[in-house]
């Protein structure tokens, strides 16, 4: 089962603009992890936010959680046609057995 | 430092064969996880390995199986391959896996595609 759902499953967006990702999920976490896959590749972690923050930054990535409403956004600004990949949010579950259960991810193009 | 290597990069097998997928994990990481990630969707968790004994398993058939060596290093076994096996394995290395699956950062491998005719 994937606990974390993405929101939009594609985006498409200009070089230059703003591009953001939403994550929604369902159980309680102890963090939320952001990935990117370019092409079928391995995956490359972007950031981490623990329960208990509610922003992080990272060079051109801001972070947001809510652990209120369940849900996290990554924004990538100024895009560059290099940030064409898939997006996936990793949740951490609170608890006995606790793994990281990835979403579905987005497929964000940035058209040059 | 070295990162994740995953061997082979790109295989084909028939149903009912089986597989052995190798994974070296990044230098200093002690734990190992292995994941499954059919076309279009996210990682799915197969197990993960911690100083060589398993610790935390999704929800995988035993067909799946796999060992971890003294220097770290890990193998994934597939017996009985299915149609719907055919799938990107992840390699997967981390810090600290000692109380159960890893919930912090993973580094991940390439993968290797499973082809299953």
């Known amino acids: 089962s994937q606990q974390g759902e993405e929101d939009p499953q594609a985006l498409s967006i200009q070089e230059g603009e703003n591009a953001t990702m939403n994550c929604s999920y369902k159980?309680?976490?102890?963090?939320l992890q952001w990935y990117r896959q370019n092409s079928g590749r391995g995956l490359v972690h972007l950031i981490l936010?623990?329960?208990?923050?509610r922003e992080k930054h990272s060079g051109r990535l801001r972070v947001t959680l809510d652990t209120s409403k369940k849900s996290s956004s990554l924004l990538i600004t100024a895009s560059r046609a290099a940030d064409t990949a898939s997006y996936f949010c990793?949740?951490?579950?609170?608890?006995?057995?606790?793994?990281?259960?990835f979403g579905k991810g987005i497929t964000l193009s940035v058209r040059p | 430092e070295t990162g994740v290597t995953q061997s082979p990069t790109h295989l084909i097998k028939t149903r009912g064969q089986q597989v052995t997928l190798r994974c070296s994990s990044q230098?200093?990481?002690?734990?190992v996880s292995w994941y499954q990630q059919a076309l279009g969707q996210g990682p799915q968790f197969i197990f993960q390995?911690?100083?060589?004994?398993?610790?935390g398993r999704g929800n995988f058939p035993p067909r799946f199986s796999g060992l971890q060596f003294p220097n770290y290093s890990s193998e994934l076994n597939v017996n009985a391959l299915e149609l719907d096996d055919s799938a990107l394995y992840l390699c997967?290395?981390?810090?600290?896996?000692?109380?159960?699956?890893?919930?912090?950062?993973?580094?991940f491998g390439e993968g290797s595609r499973l082809t299953v005719l």
């Open positions: 997967a290395s981390s810090l600290g896996g000692g109380w159960g699956p890893s919930t912090g950062e993973l580094f």
């Open positions: 159980t309680s976490i102890n963090n």
């Open positions: 936010i623990r329960s208990n923050e």
């Open positions: 990793a949740t951490a579950s609170t608890g006995a057995n606790s793994k990281l259960t």
């Open positions: 230098s200093g990481h002690n734990t």
């Open positions: 390995y911690y100083r060589e004994e398993e610790n």
